[in-house]
């Protein structure tokens, strides 16, 4: 049987940005088994389509390219991109 945490998420400021496909910057506390987790700089932005997508920080690789900054699980990206979305104002979850 597997073990399950309760988690909080909370989202603690939402910029929004005007111009291109990224509609917002959001900083989120993430609070596992009692440790505070300030994940900066996640972005919502505009999907084909018309839907919002909310990624994880990126950075640049040694080649340039763009790359995650960290890789959460789908059980804890699910609840950060949903309070996001909540935040920015919309109810539909895309990730």
């Given at each position: 049987m597997s073990e399950t945490t309760p988690v909080h998420v909370e989202v603690l400021a939402l910029q929004t940005v005007v111009g291109g496909t990224t509609l917002a910057h959001a900083d989120v506390l993430l609070v596992v088994e009692g440790v505070e987790i300030v994940i900066h700089n996640v972005k919502?932005?505009?999907?084909?389509?018309?839907?919002?997508g909310v990624e994880l920080p990126t950075t640049r690789d040694p080649a340039g390219r763009w790359a995650p900054s960290m890789t959460l699980p789908?059980?804890?990206?699910?609840?950060?991109a949903s309070a996001v979305l909540a935040h920015y104002g919309c109810g539909k979850l895309v990730i």
């Open positions: 919502v932005s505009r999907l084909r389509g018309g839907r919002l789908e059980e804890l990206h699910r609840p950060i």
